[in-house]
């Protein structure tokens, strides 16, 4: 996997530069779109046709995105829970995700794009019954 790195900006005062890796905006990314209520979690992408869904120390797995010195373009691909309103969520992801990484990084974001990769069903209250006990 390649480490590159980007410069964010460059200090006036001599100090030095600040480098920020791709890697930290994905991961910005992905804590961002899991707080929002109805997302299920990320998704790895579809292998064979059926989405994988990734656990919270997978963040930026799920997460695609393209860094310049100034601007950031992020790709997300999410699992929704049953019953929400997708467009809603969908909104609350980039509002999210866009407030979280022009607030961290000073980068601005000029595009996110949500990727609806599946639906999680709630495994409340259906486990099953057992027939012996």
């Known amino acids: 996997m390649e ?3 980007v410069v964010v900006r460059e200090e006036q005062t001599g100090l030095g530069s600040i480098r920020i890796a791709d890697e930290v905006v994905r991961i910005i990314a992905g804590l961002a779109a899991t707080e929002v209520p109805g997302v299920a979690g990320m998704s790895g992408g579809v292998v064979g ?20 010195e100034k601007e950031a373009a992020v790709d997300l691909y999410v699992i929704v829970n049953y ?19 022009e607030a961290m990084t000073g980068l601005t974001v000029v595009e ?11 495994q409340e209250g259906k486990e099953e019954e057992h027939r012996v006990r």
Do not use: C, H, W, Y
């Open 3 to 5: 480490n590159k790195e």
């Open 49 to 68: 046709g059926i989405a994988e869904m990734l656990g919270r120390k997978n963040l930026s797995k799920g997460v695609k995105v393209e860094v310049g």
């Open 83 to 101: 019953g929400t309103r997708i467009p809603d969520v969908a909104l609350q992801i980039q509002e999210n995700v866009k407030r979280a990484i």
């Open 112 to 122: 996110i794009n949500v990727n609806v990769q599946g639906v999680a069903f709630s």
